[in-house]
């Protein structure tokens, strides 16, 4: 489920809408990242909307975090 209204903003600070996502998704290739995500916390904005705060990095092959990131969804 996708909301119609959705914004990310990508680790280089992009932002991409909803159209820019569902458009590149039959480009997008399989990749062997790994991603690792911990310290979640969420806010309550109403009744049927919570943002979710977390960090993520990825793994790289020799096991080293790299690339880590502050991320939220709503």
């Known amino acids: 489920f996708v909301r119609k209204l959705i914004i990310e ?3 280089s600070g992009k932002t ?3 159209s820019d996502v569902l458009a590149d998704l039959p480009k997008e290739q399989s990749s062997d990242i790994e991603l690792w995500s ?3 916390s969420f806010r309550i904005l109403s009744a049927d ?3 979710l ?3 993520q ?3 790289e092959q020799n096991g080293k975090l790299s690339r880590y ?3 939220s969804s709503i």
Request: hydrophobic fraction near 35%.
């Open 69 to 71: 990131a502050k991320r």
């Open 16 to 18: 991409h809408t909803k």
């Open 57 to 59: 990095c990825h793994i």
């Open 9 to 11: 903003i990508g680790y």
């Open 53 to 55: 705060i977390y960090k």
């Open 49 to 51: 909307s919570v943002l």
């Open 38 to 40: 911990q310290d979640f």
